[in-house]
């Protein structure tokens, strides 16, 4: 398999990029590296957002990436250590000076694309990153982990983002059974779409326009939980205290193109045992 970054991966990273040049300040997440990231292809992806900032799929995936994103770097903090699950085309590690120790988790050929793009960037990370290639579909994430140079004895926090949709419910399961072994404290922040009973007129209407694009480019959506069934699923893997939020709690009113919508939630819930 040729190293290539996915599809989702790609069209994320322009949506965060093109979030700073389309539309209003306040930002709502700021990530100054997305651009560079996407190497040749810059002026391609985020050209759509340009021309067609206002469009709903587009202001929708701004709405949907920055918003999940900023949450998620609101809840890090200064943890020691934290596990990006899916990494794709996260800037987190090359952005921050905090003092926290990274380790990126993607399939091995994403992963491989990721780090020459990295490279290109020419920026040093605060820490040395901690690169594990990975297939979560079929792979064992606990020993790579701890090569890297994870303390499994140590909490952390992990996000998985913008993954839980293209997985089985068994997947899904498969992943959290190997992050319960990680220790006590541990934190997981995750989001996933809402079934269709659950989504407003916005939501469903980004479903409609975009779900059968994803499945064309072979990445599917099949994964969707109510905040109940995901606090359920968290739970029977011993993950507590669990809170769900979604776009309106962070998108509020704004005077460009962004409109919070439900479509998609960010949970965040800690290991109890």
């Known amino acids: 398999m040729q190293n290539q970054a996915s599809a989702s991966a790609l069209t994320a990273a322009a949506a ?106 020419k920026e040093e990370p605060e820490r040395p990153v901690g690169y594990v290639p990975v297939d979560l579909e079929t792979g064992e994430l606990l020993g790579p982990l701890r090569d890297a140079g994870f303390d499994l004895a140590r909490p952390a926090v992990v996000s998985w983002l913008g993954v839980s949709m293209y997985l089985t419910p068994e997947a899904a399961a498969r992943t959290l059974t190997q992050l319960a072994a990680l220790a006590p404290g541990t934190r997981l922040i995750l989001d996933h779409m809402l079934p269709a009973a659950e989504r407003d007129e916005t939501g469903q209407a980004y479903v409609d326009a975009v779900s059968a694009h994803t499945a064309g480019q072979g990445e599917p959506w099949i994964g969707f939980y109510t905040p109940e069934e995901m606090a359920d699923l968290l739970g029977r893997h011993g993950f507590g205290r669990v809170r769900s939020r979604g776009q309106d709690e962070t998108l509020g009113c704004r005077t460009d193109a962004l409109r919070p919508s439900r479509l998609a939630m960010v949970t965040d819930a800690v290991l109890l045992s």
């Open 16 to 121: 965060r990029a093109a979030h700073l040049i389309v539309d209003h300040q306040p930002y709502v997440f700021a990530d100054t590296l997305a651009e560079r990231l996407l190497g040749d292809r810059a002026d391609e992806l985020i050209a759509y957002h340009r021309l067609h900032g206002d469009h709903l799929v587009l202001a929708g995936a701004r709405a949907q990436v920055t918003v999940r994103s900023r949450l998620t770097e609101e809840l890090i903090g200064e943890s020691g250590q934290y596990v990006i699950l899916g990494a794709g085309l996260d800037s987190f590690a090359y952005r921050s000076r905090r003092a926290i120790d990274v380790f990126e988790v993607d399939h091995p050929a994403s992963q491989a694309d990721k780090r020459e793009r990295v490279a290109a960037l």
